[in-house]
């Protein structure tokens, strides 16, 4: 017999590897800004507030508003912006933020995400930022939890982009077939 008054979910999770956090920052919107040639041993993810950049590692991949942009462990970084450049960043390293990297299918050759849920991320790197700020073991374990969710909301990024992939692709179906 069920408890109608009674909500339960049974729901078992184990956080993807280690994870940790070695700095994150913030850029107010800044002319000719320019980063690297720099190898670093740790992930460091960027997210596009304002402007637009281009990669200068022989892809030259432009990336802007929205974007995230994966520098990964032991890959020449090197970037230059376009025009005003505003942005958010976090340090990362841990086996896990390699696995969720597999799992976003971010690799050096495709390290750009554009981010549908701009205003869901950008909220929570402000609160890791903000949360930096303190140093002490509660501001350390909120900035986990952070962490968390902000690959949370990039997985469920993900989600929604594959079901755009797939509406887009039954979409050209239909239009080659008509």
Known sequence: M???KMQQSFFETKLAGNIGMYYCGKRTPTEGHSYGPEIRNHFLIVLVNQGSAVTCDGQNIKFG???LYVMFPSTKIH???LEPWGISWVGLYGEGVSEYMNMLSLTPQNPILHISHYNELKAVMDRIFDASQRDDLSSRLHISGLICEFFSILM???VTDRKKEFVDSALKIIDYNF
Do not use: F, G, L
């Open 156 to 158: 469920k990024n993900s």
């Open 79 to 81: 970037y230059r912006a």
């Open 2 to 4: 069920t408890d109608p």
């Open 65 to 67: 508003e929205h974007d």
